[in-house]
């Protein structure tokens, strides 16, 4: 089976543009007949990340992705986007839809928390005149409202947790287990022991402050959040979110407008403009087919977002949280490695990702269970050298893998 998805949730205050940028991450980049429906749950859907495609840098004339788009030269790789409802503070205790917003934040593995950095909505989520709401005040507010909640979980998973770890022959073991229905994997439990000083200490010794401390650190390691600051479009926006920067880090803060990258999207699936998704313009296909209002509408997107920011900033959140934050590496499977192509001889059909230092065997696992079991060795297509099962995977590798018995 195919690499487990990542879950990307978007999560927020009320009124910040949550949806505005779920429905704009899930249109499809490119105008094609028949696209399918993209939403999995109702608050699920398909998204995609951009890539330069290595169909490229193989000098091939395309590719034929079996899943996701290849647009002159971009690969767009799939991945899953939830919107989360919204968040107010006080939801860790059950407040508003809290339980809710609970129950879909546990499946995620990286979170986008969305502000209105033009600062026009209030901690309510009431419209208030642009600049009066400090969307820093507001970062750090719904950060410490996801630490809160998680805290809590892990406190109420301990006791169950240090009754049985008496009986335990794997301590470590045995926490990452009771930890899976949170999306968290061993290496997150471990990193965050290492974060909190607490090597040394036995679990059945761990104070509450011990296990607080634990589990905001586990937060971090296990769902980062990158903060995508909304509705630059909006004159005070500029400052905030150099401010923002300042406070988070610049590699945690995107510009972005929600609301300009929809325009462009619906734009796009009408086959009115022309756009790659994460450029800094679009081309009007023909004028003569725009309402005046549509006209005055692009005209706004290109005066005060293209060329003001470089671009609507929604691919780059994408990128920037899986490509950065999760550092996810892509990676090619193929069955003909001189042709590139698959069973069928369709062109570099997958692109896989995959977390950074993935093996070549964990490589034929993700495939097949078979092609794991019965691993040999595998090819690097670019080289046509062989490489063990303990080679540790680079990005934009194409594999082919090579085992006993299995028909592939
Ligand atoms: N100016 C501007 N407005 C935006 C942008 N993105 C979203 N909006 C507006 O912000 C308002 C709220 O958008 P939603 O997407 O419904 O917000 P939400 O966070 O999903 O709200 P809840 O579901 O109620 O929590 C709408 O009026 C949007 O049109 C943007 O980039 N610029
Ligand atoms: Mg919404």
Redesign the pocket.
């Known amino acids: 089976m195919p690499p487990p998805e990542k879950l990307i949730g978007i999560i ?12 704009a991450l899930t249109l499809a980049p490119a105008k094609i007949a028949n696209h399918p429906f993209t939403t999995i749950e109702p608050n699920v859907g398909v998204g995609y990340v951009k890539k330069r495609c290595v169909h490229i840098e193989l000098g091939l004339e395309k590719c034929q992705p079996r899943t996701g788009f290849c647009i002159k030269g971009y690969r767009f790789i799939p991945v899953k986007i939830m ?1 989360v ?3 107010i503070p006080g939801a860790h205790k059950g407040k508003g839809l809290g339980n809710k917003f609970m129950d879909d934040l546990r499946k995620a593995d990286v979170l986008i928390h ?1 502000v ?1 950095a ?1 600062g ?2 209030d901690s309510d ?1 009431n419209p208030v005149p642009p600049g009066t709401y400090d969307p820093v005040e507001e970062a750090k507010l719904i950060q410490r409202e996801v630490d809160e909640w998680f805290a809590s979980v892990i406190t109420s998973l301990w006791d169950r947790f240090t009754r049985r770890v008496l009986s335990s022959k794997n301590p470590l073991d045995l926490l990452v287990q009771s930890l899976s229905g949170l999306s968290v994997n061993r290496y997150h439990v471990v990193e965050a022991i290492r974060r909190s000083g607490l090597e040394d200490k036995k679990f059945i010794s761990w104070s509450k402050d011990d296990v607080r401390t634990f589990a905001i650190n586990l937060r971090r390691v296990s769902k980062p959040i990158i903060i995508a600051a ?5 004159e005070p926006a500029e400052e905030n979110v150099a401010r923002l920067k300042e406070e988070f880090g610049e590699e945690w803060v995107v510009p ?7 325009v462009l999207k619906k734009a796009l699936e009408k086959g009115l403009i022309e756009y790659i998704p994460g450029e800094k313009s679009f081309t009007i296909v023909d004028s003569s087919k725009l309402s005046k209002q549509q006209l005055r509408g692009l005209k706004y997107i290109e005066e005060r ?1 293209l060329e003001k920011w470089g671009s ?1 900033g929604v691919q780059e959140l994408v990128n920037r949280a899986v490509f950065n934050v999760l550092k996810l590496i892509t990676v090619y499977p193929v069955e003909d490695h001189h042709k590139y192509t698959d069973h069928y001889g369709n062109i570099l059909p997958d692109a896989y990702l995959v977390p950074n230092g993935t093996t070549a065997r964990e490589l034929a696992y993700m495939i097949h269970t078979d092609l794991g079991k019965t691993f040999l060795y595998a090819i690097n297509a670019k080289t046509g050298e062989k490489l063990g099962e303990d080679y540790k995977l680079k990005d934009n590798d194409v594999i082919k893998i090579v085992a006993a018995g299995a028909h592939h």
């Open positions: 927020g205050k009320t009124n910040v543009g949550k949806t505005t940028l779920f429905a919107d409802a919204g968040l969305v209105d033009s026009s909505t989520g909304n509705k630059i479009d909006l972005v407008s929600a609301i300009a990258e929809y977002v609507t």
